[in-house]
């Protein structure tokens, strides 16, 4: 790969953390184009929203480092951003994950509206998805709707809104179509209890097969 392809994705010195050690040579803070830090340095300053929420982020990032969970960072946000009105986007799968979150978050005065990735119940083939990719194909299966999800959020004006299980893609289109800002609380992996990184911290071990160029083949 030239020098010129390389970017933060191949560098394992993250020199731009702390400025102890050097840039690579490939650098995107020492080759971004001139003016364009300070540019974008200027949106925190220009717009009230970002700046607060960039502050509030890095003020619960430096006050609870390595001891609030990320429940408890979520908690700490919605409080110290002074959201009324908090919507959750959850999988229907993960229903009583959410139903502890909401009695979690109700426990520190925070109510959630949430609503599941089936509301609306409308059936997966509406959108052309073949009956036999259906889990069980003959029977009703409804469609995820994320953009329904994100449609009963904004109309209920929800200020923020948290994530739960959402599949890869339907949570593409959640965060795509909600008013809210959004944040994860739990990223969906079916395989390995919703910790997504292990296949990563796996991936010299059990999980190789991650480092050549097959992906699973489909169960039909
Ligand atoms: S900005 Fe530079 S130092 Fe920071 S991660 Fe990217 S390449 Fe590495």
Same mark, same amino acid.
Not at 47 to 63: M, Q
Not at 171 to 181: C, N, Q
């Given at each position: 790969?030239? *020098?010129?392809?390389?970017? $933060?994705?191949?560098? =394992? /010195? ?9 840039? !690579?040579?490939?650098?995107? =803070? &020492? ?6 830090? #300070?540019? /974008? ?7 009230? &929203? ?18 609030? &969970? @990320?429940?408890?960072? =979520? ?12 919507? /959750?986007?959850?999988? /229907? ?17 925070? *109510?959630?509206?949430?609503?599941? $990735?089936?509301?609306?119940?409308? *059936? +997966? &083939? ?10 069980? !194909?003959?029977?009703? #299966? ?7 999800? %994100? #449609? ?5 004006? =929800? #200020? ?6 959402? $599949? ?11 008013? %809210? !800002? ?7 992996? @079916? ?5 997504? %990184? ?9 999980? @190789? ?10 169960? +039909?």
């Amino acid at each position: 790969m030239s *020098d010129s392809h390389l970017n $933060c994705s191949n560098c =394992t /010195v993250g020199n731009c953390a702390h400025l102890k050690k050097s840039f !690579p040579e490939f650098c995107l =803070t &020492t080759n971004a184009k001139e003016g364009v830090v #300070e540019k /974008v340095t200027k949106r925190y300053i220009r717009s009230s &929203t970002d700046r607060k929420i960039a502050l509030t982020s890095a003020n619960i990032e430096g006050s609870y480092y390595g001891r609030a &969970t @990320r429940v408890e960072e =979520t908690l700490l946000f919605i409080r110290d951003m002074g959201y009324k009105k908090v919507g /959750v986007a959850t999988c /229907v799968g993960l229903l009583s994950e959410c139903n502890l979150f909401a009695k979690i978050a109700k426990a520190k005065g925070i *109510d959630i509206y949430g609503v599941a $990735c089936k509301v609306g119940a409308v *059936d +997966k &083939t509406v959108i052309g998805l073949d009956e036999s990719l259906k889990l069980s !194909p003959g029977q009703h #299966e409804s469609m995820c709707n994320p953009i329904l999800q %994100a #449609e009963l959020l904004n109309e209920e004006k =929800t #200020e923020f809104n948290i994530i739960i299980g959402l $599949c890869v893609g339907h949570d593409s289109l959640f965060i795509r179509h909600s008013k %809210a !800002p959004v944040t994860y609380l739990i990223v969906k992996d @079916r395989v390995l209890c919703h910790n997504p %990184a292990a296949a990563l911290y796996g991936a010299g071990g059990y999980y @190789r097969r991650l480092m050549t160029p097959d992906l699973p083949a489909p169960s +039909k």
